[in-house]
């Protein structure tokens, strides 16, 4: 990441008071909140499912992720709709954003590696932190956040997130 | 999605050709004389090295061309199709699959097949029989001293659009051996009506070889079907000509100085070329994924349609009521059109088994006698592609245990030949698919001592038949005595009903001691969209297969406020268990005064739903859930309701097994 030289075109989200970048290219709309269909016994990571043009769709919340509180939806509220890689495979999945900003540049030599101490989250979830306007974006691992595989699961990560806390 | 990747395209049918070719071989081995059976094969043995050696296969095509050298034997009538060489011949089918499937690995064992070949083919020669159309082209009149070739060719008029080079041809023509070319100029017209992109020249080319009648064949691969070519030997009268391929029609010989005298009626060839290439004509190849888009397009406006109707019952506008009830009719119409696309008729799989049964037969030495009905049949294709592995083991399982070896069927007075029948029928929103064999049958003594041994039940146990034969599909549940290299592992059984319980389908077992086994799977039509019972669960709507539901019924007063350990009712005299789905779902919004119980069943077993609201029926189109939500076990996927919400659908196999669990615990419990 660090080592590419092109820029990241990102999308900027906030969640609570951070500001979060997704790759740009897997966005693929963005939407005023719908109706949220729960589906019981899910992870809260992923505890819903919308209807996004005729499909059914995973809504997941990455606040859960990243053991932050969650309110409930207010008219900033959006779904970010995009394209993560769960096990391998290309999936839609709906992404609920506080706020989302905007599409941005992220200069390539600004973006830094996540510290492995020193951070709230599991440094796992993050990418890099890149700086805009003297400010940190956080690059999440979209990737390890989706993955299913390892065993790990979600719920725990948030216990062990906010006993950290 | 790369659709247009021309090596998959020739993987996909080259393995259609040899699903072709196996078909074909099978049934030469029932009636060895017919050369229709013969020359199809051989048909489908050079398109396939045709095209093999055009994408760069050329392990498949050196093999295919050798191949079909010894097999051309067989063609020309100097061997027989014997049951030997039908073996091996499936044998190098079976190698040409597994080339075109591994291009990059090295495979090994294709010489030994083609010297077994070549022996089984040139160890009975016979002398050309009868003389039918095959055995005319015997190579007594072809490979004899003729040396020089007279070959007249015009190109069709679309060559050159699709890039056929001329030059090229010739120079090919040219490795053949030493050549004469004259270009034929009379069908060049005015230079005012002449086309630059159609081929008007014609070739007259003298060849001297041996017999380059294959040699040409292989020339004009892509172009025979359509265009006007002629092959006179020389030095012989020139009325012998010789036809490169059967259903291609040449030109009558024509004279040295009048080249392409007598042009083919292309009306006729038009004709033959429609019945060879019938189904390429009438059918499109679309790959399976356009087919499920179009399907969610359906879904879509099927419900954007609910939607419209809603609004237009409240409405007052009759202008606007006469569009609903159009768009209705329409596009429940075209629904039915594209769910029927993605319908395939069953015998594709039928015709794999054939192959099984007789591989089987040669391997236990079981002569079988194997009956497929109903190949017609259609399902939806992602069912097909799932029921085969469950198949497969059925059949083997009828073969190998159900069907007894010749002497004890010879002692038991039955016919030595067994009989293994698959077939497939409707029956109402279903399909009934059969395996069935004239063996022995089950036998219930051993299944149960076979059970207890595996405490699957205790001696006590009282079992009703059907009971006990379900038994057979426990994980691990062999009565096999011995292991062959087919059966008697155990495993496998418990995979069939696994996969039909992930199709909702179930499995009905059927057996007479003595005269056979028939193991029946029932199968919805499709996976795509089904009917459902629309419920709400606290806040929540759920939809429930209509085809699992029973009954529904009020929760008696009585057992609302009842503590958890007696979850059962009393249905006209049998205990249901149920379960509370606000507890199953962990809801806590306050519950309905009156609550319902769907009664649902799967396979034996019952249990009631307790629901808040029963809203009605609905049709279903069925979404996968995400890997993200695969663990979650009580839902079998989702829908989009009129309004456009999501609601999800309860896997009602599953919601029985925990159910019965349920009572298991409970009357263990109780027994304990």
Known sequence: ?165 | MNISDPTETFRQEARELLDLLEAGLLDLEQDPGNGDLINSAFRALHTIKGSGAMFGFTAVAEFVHEFETAFDRVRKGQSEATKALIGVALDAKDHIHRLIENPDRRITGGDVILSQLRQVVEGTPVEPVAPSPVAERTPAQKVDTTRLWRLTFFLPSDALVYGTNPLLLLDELAQIGPITVTALTDRIPDLDILDPEVPQIGWQVDIEADDPTSAIDDVFLFLRDSMELSLVPLERAPAAAIDLEEHTQLAAAPRAQEPAAVPVPPRAKAQEKAETDKPAASSLRVPAERLDELMDRVGELVIAQARLSQIAALSSDTALKTIAEELERLSSGLRDTTMGIRMVPIGSLFGRFRRLVHDLSGELGKPIDFITTGEETELDKTMIERLADPLVHLIRNSVDHGLETAERRAAAGKPAKGQVRLSAVYSGAEVAISVSDDGAGLDAARIRAKAEENRLITPETKLTDGELHQLIFAPGFSTAKEVTSLSGRGVGMDVVKRTIDGLRGTIEVSTRPGEGTTMTLRLPLTLAIIDGMLVRVGTGRYTIPLAAVEECVELPEGLEGQAKGRNFLDIRGSLVPYLRLREVFGITAPRELHQKVVIVSSGEGRVGLVVDQIIGNNQTVIKQLSKLHSDIKSFSGATILGDGSVALILDTAHLVASGQSYVDRNLNGRAA
């Open chain 1, 1 to 165: 990441m660090s080592a590419s030289e092109a820029p990241m075109k990102a999308l900027t989200i906030r969640l609570q008071d951070e500001l979060f970048a997704v790759e740009a290219s897997q966005v693929r709309e963005i939407l005023d909140l719908v109706p949220i269909t729960e589906v019981p016994n899910a992870l809260p990571f992923v505890g819903g499912l919308i209807n996004v043009r005729g499909r059914v769709v995973p809504l997941a919340d990455l606040r859960v992720m990243f053991g932050m509180q969650r309110p409930e939806p207010d008219q900033d509220t959006r779904i970010v709709v995009m394209e993560v890689i769960i096990d391998g495979e290309p999936t839609i999945a709906g992404i609920l954003a506080d706020k989302v900003h905007d599409v941005t540049d992220i200069e390539a030599a600004s973006i830094e590696e996540a510290p492995r101490v020193g951070m709230r989250w599991r440094p796992d979830f993050v990418k890099g932190i890149g700086k805009r306007n003297g400010g940190f974006i956080i690059i999440p691992d979209m990737e390890r956040i989706f993955d299913t595989t390892d065993g790990r699961t979600p719920a725990a990560a948030t216990t062990e997130e906010r006993s950290s806390l």
